[in-house]
Nanobody, 122 residues
Framework: VQLVESGGGSVQAGGSLRLSCAAS????????MGWFRQAPGKEREGVAT????????YYADSVKGRFTISQDNAKDTVYLQMSSLKPEDSAMYYC?????????????????WGQGTQVTVS
């Protein structure tokens, strides 16, 4: 399984960015896709996850109302629309995939990870 993120960059506070994660090599349609982030000197944080079959999703409290996770199963792609960005959203954002038949939330449950894409908000 390969996960390739794109869409990161630099943006001013209040702005928006959309991250994309293209998955390949995944044979099961029962999976959770998620976005995590890690800023320098901080622990990795779960941002949002979404279950492939039902599209039920989870959001960290820090991003609720500002970020939206979505998926296009035909393209094996998951998106993270980020709006009203704040400087504290600056981090490396990682896409991850977890097998299984229910929504996953914890990073330890995710078996596959992308290389990350940097988001900087100033």
């Amino acid at each position: 399984v390969q996960l390739v993120e794109s869409g990161g960059g630099s943006v001013q506070a209040g702005g928006s960015l959309r991250l994309s994660c293209a998955a390949s090599g995944y044979t099961s349609n029962r999976r959770t896709m998620g976005w995590f982030r890690q800023a320098p000197g901080k622990e990795r944080e779960g941002v949002a996850t979404i279950y492939s079959v039902s599209s039920v999703s989870y959001y960290a409290d820090s991003v609720k109302g500002r970020f939206t996770i979505s998926q296009d199963n035909a393209k094996d792609t998951v998106y993270l629309q980020m709006s009203s960005l704040k400087p504290e959203d600056s981090a490396m954002y990682y896409c991850a995939a977890a097998p299984g038949g229910r929504l996953r939330i914890r990073a330890e449950e995710f078996a596959y990870w992308g290389q990350g894409t940097q988001v900087t908000v100033s």
